[in-house]
DNA sequence: CCCTCCTGAGTAATCGATTACTCAATTGAA
DNA sequence: TTCAATTGAGTAATCGATTACTCAGGAGGG
C-alpha cells in the first residue's frame, strides 16, 4: 500500500503539501495540485483512514443503535439512514442491542473509544447523564424514541399520539364500542403516547377508558398472542384491538385466529407498523404507517448539519417530527369483510 | 480522555511495559503487572483502538457484506454473526449493496483501507481475481451465494438442491404433477442450485422437465408476482408453484391470491425460505427453512480460526454446508385446506 | 530602494499505541 | 569466582496522516 510519503516522493514534494491538496487545505499553486493529482493516480493511493483518524480525532462512521434490528421499523430506518451515510461518505457501525442495557453501554463506550462521527440511538434506555456525556464527545441524534429526561437532544419522531389516535376513531367509526389497546411498555415514551392517544380518541367519543381493556406487552411477538388472547376471552370482551407495534401484531394476529374470531365482523383489528405480510393476510389489515425510512434520512440530516457547525454554543434543539399515516383496509371495516 | 502515557506516569513505569501488560505480552513482574491494573483502573483508561489499529495494520471489525438487510434470511445471517462478534470483541460493519455493483466494489475498497479484520460476503458478484485480492489482505468468507470461479475460497453453505429436492417432491407426492417454478438470476449460485434441484425431483418421478414450467425473477418481491401470474395463466396453467426464495414468495403469494386461485386445492404452493407471515396466512405455507443464524455463526467461527493461524500457507478450504428444513404446512396438502 | 506583508511550501511535532533494540541485574554452570 | 544466558524493563522508532511553525521570495507602500 503506497502511503502519503511514496506520493510526496513521487511528486517531488513534501507530504505537507500532499495533505494540503486531498484536504483541499491552505493553498497551493495550481501547478503542484495537478502533480500530486498525478502522483496519486499513478500510484493507485489511497489515505489510510486510520491514520487520518488518529491525528483528527475523528472517524468518518456513524454508529447506530437499534434495539431490533430484525424488526422492518428499523430495517427500513436504517436502509434511510444508510443510503444518506454513504453518500457523505461515512460507514454505519450496526448496534444491535436487543434492548439489552449492558450491551447498549458496551455499544457506546464502542463508540467513544472508536471517537467516531456521530450517533443515532434508537434504544435510548440510558440516563440523561450518560447521553450528556456522550453528546459532548460527539453528535447524538435519537430516533424513534425519546424521553422527558433529556430535552436537550436532537430527536427524529413520529407523531404517535396522533397516530393512535386516527386509528381508534377510525376503529370507532365503524362501529367497534369496546376497543381493546395491546399496549408496549410504558417506560418507552413510543408506547405512552401511542396509549394517550388511544385514550383521547375514546374521551373524545365520548367513551370511559378503562384499565380491563389495556393490556401491556414489551413489543415483541409473544406477548402481543398472550394481550390479545386476554383481551378477547374476558368476561366481557373486546369487540376490537389496536395493537401498539407491528412485532405484537404477529402475535395478537395469531391469537384472534387460533381463537377463530372472525375479523372484521366478529373483532375489529388495526395496529401501529406497516408490514408486508398485512396485506397478504385475509382480511388485510389496517395499520398507521410510520415513515420509516424518511426518519433515518432525517437522523443523517441531523448529523451532518451538526457536523458542519463546529459552534461552541449549541445552536437550537432538533425536534423533528413526521407524521404517521392511517392506512384504511378490510380489517378495520364490518361489512367489507368476506 | 487518559492515554498510555499517562497510565505509565501514574504508575511510574513505561508506556512499554504498560502495553505489556494490556497485552499479556512479554514477562513483566507479578507486582508490576498490579501496579498497572491499578493505575488504569484509577485512570479508567481505555485503550484508543485507532493508535493501535494504525500499529498493528488491523482493525477489530467484521464487515458483513449482504445484498440486502431487509430480508429476513440476512438480518437472521446478521443477528448470528453479530452476536459471535461481539463476544470475540470484533465490532460489525454493515454493507448493504442491494445488488449494486459499484456499491459492493466501494465497500470493498472500504474493507482494505480500514484493514478489518474479516470480511463476510454474500453478494458474490465480483470477480475471481477480486476476491483472491481481497483474500490476500483479510480472512473472507463467502455465505450463501458462491462459484466456481472462486473454489479456494472458505464458505458456508446451505444445500440448495436438496432443499429444492424434497419440497418438489413433497409436491409430487401429494398429487400436483404441473410443478412451476419461479426460479432466480441464474447467475446466483443458490437460484441455479435449487432450480437443479427442482429438475431432479421432477426426473427422480419420471417426469419430463419442460422450459414453459419455469419462469425467472430476480429475488425481489414484483418478480415473482409476474412470474406466477405467467405461470398459472398459461394455456397449459402450472397446478403448483414452488418459490424460490421468501422474497419472491410474497409477490407470487399476493399474485395468487389475486387471481382469485385457492391454495391448495386448485393450486400447491411451496417455497424456500421460512418467514412469519407464511404461518399467518391462510392456509399456511410449506416451506424449506434455511438455518441463517446458524450460517452467520459458523461464519463468525471460520473468521477467528483463520485470524488465529498465521500460518503462510493456507491450511484446507473449509466448505461448511448445512442441511435445510422442508416445513410441511397447509399450502401443499390437498384435502387438508378448508 | 528598503521594509513589511503575504503567499506558498517544507520541516518536524503530534495523535496513541506497539515493539525492535538495548541494557542492567540476576541466575546458573563451569 | 567468573562468565554466559536469561529475565525484566526502558528508550526510541514506527504505523500514516495532519498541522503548527518556519522560512524564502515576491508584491506593494513609503
Given at each position: 500500500m503506497a502511503t502519503i510519503r511514496d506520493v510526496a516522493t513521487e511528486a517531488g514534494l513534501s507530504t505537507a503539501t500532499v495533505s494540503r491538496v486531498m484536504n483541499n487545505n491552505g493553498s497551493v499553486d495550481v501547478a503542484l495540485v495537478a502533480r500530486v493529482n498525478e502522483a496519486i493516480d499513478r500510484l493507485g493511493y489511497r489515505a489510510n483512514p486510520l491514520g487520518r483518524a488518529l491525528r483528527r480525532k475523528r472517524t468518518p462512521i456513524w454508529g447506530f443503535l437499534a434495539s431490533d434490528i430484525e424488526a422492518p421499523f428499523f430495517a427500513s430506518l436504517l436502509h434511510g439512514l444508510e443510503g444518506k451515510a454513504l453518500i457523505n461518505g461515512k460507514l454505519l457501525m450496526l448496534c444491535n442491542t436487543g434492548e439489552d442495557l449492558e450491551r447498549e453501554r458496551q455499544y457506546i463506550q464502542t463508540a467513544l473509544d472508536y471517537q467516531f462521527g456521530g450517533l443515532v440511538i434508537a434504544a435510548a434506555s440510558m440516563t440523561a447523564t450518560e447521553l450528556d456525556v456522550l453528546q459532548d464527545e460527539m453528535p447524538v441524534v435519537l430516533v424513534d424514541r425519546v424521553s422527558a429526561a433529556y430535552p436537550d437532544i436532537d430527536a427524529v419522531l413520529v407523531n404517535n399520539h396522533l397516530g393512535a389516535y386516527s386509528a381508534v376513531t377510525h376503529l370507532l367509526e365503524n362501529g367497534y364500542r369496546r376497543i381493546g389497546l395491546v399496549a408496549g411498555?410504558?417506560?418507552?415514551s413510543t408506547a405512552h403516547e401511542r396509549r394517550a392517544g388511544y385514550c383521547s380518541a375514546l374521551v373524545d367519543y365520548g367513551i370511559d377508558v378503562t384499565d380491563d381493556l389495556v393490556a401491556t406487552g414489551d413489543f415483541f411477538a409473544p406477548s402481543g398472542h398472550a394481550a390479545a388472547t386476554a383481551l378477547v376471552t374476558?368476561?366481557?370482551?373486546?369487540d376490537a384491538l389496536f395493537v401498539a407495534n407491528g412485532q405484537m401484531a404477529v402475535g395478537a394476529y395469531a391469537a384472534v385466529r387460533d381463537l377463530g374470531l372472525s375479523i372484521p365482523d366478529e373483532l375489529g383489528f388495526a395496529t401501529f407498523d406497516d408490514d408486508l405480510w398485512m396485506t397478504l393476510v385475509d382480511p388485510s389489515i389496517t395499520v398507521v404507517r410510520q415513515p420509516a425510512y424518511e426518519i433515518g434520512e432525517a437522523a443523517a440530516h441531523i448529523l451532518l448539519r451538526r457536523e458542519d457547525v463546529?459552534?461552541?454554543?449549541?445552536?437550537e434543539v432538533v425536534r423533528h417530527i413526521l407524521e404517521p399515516e392511517l392506512v384504511v383496509r378490510a380489517s378495520s371495516c364490518r361489512g367489507l369483510g368476506p
Open positions: 411498555p410504558s417506560d418507552i374476558a368476561d366481557q370482551p373486546a463546529k459552534d461552541p454554543e449549541p445552536s
